[in-house]
């Protein structure tokens, strides 16, 4: 009985440590599936040839705020080059007051700067 008992409670354990684990890495999106590229529309906004963001640049801009930060921020920084421009803080923060965006977007931006 004593044995039972003892391999249950390793069994546990195991688990528990296991989940754990998972809690801290299963989180994290797939960047495949962290579509970065809803960005695109937004190019000559970010760049600054643009005064104003487009309907386009707006709606892809949003599609970001369904992610956490932490997977578009990690994402964004393993590959770069999945955008054709680079990022500009300045403009990145233009363009959360002239789309209406959340603070969440807002938090995005500074970590993607950080």
Not at 13 to 23: I, P, R, T
Not at 57 to 70: F, K, L, P, R
């Amino acid at each position: 009985m004593a044995k039972i008992m003892s391999r249950l409670l390793f069994s546990v354990f195991g688990l528990m440590v296991l989940l754990s684990f998972c809690l801290n890495v299963c989180e994290s999106l797939d960047c495949s599936v962290v579509y970065i590229e809803s960005l695109v529309p937004c190019g000559p906004f970010v760049a600054g040839s643009d005064n104003k963001p487009t309907r386009g640049c707006c709606s892809g801009a949003q599609a970001w705020e369904s992610y956490s930060v932490d997977d578009v921020c990690r994402c964004y920084k393993e590959s770069p080059g999945r955008l054709l421009f680079k990022l500009n803080p300045k403009q990145m923060n233009a363009l959360r007051i002239e789309c209406g965006l959340s603070d969440h977007f807002a938090n995005i931006v500074t970590c993607l700067f950080s």
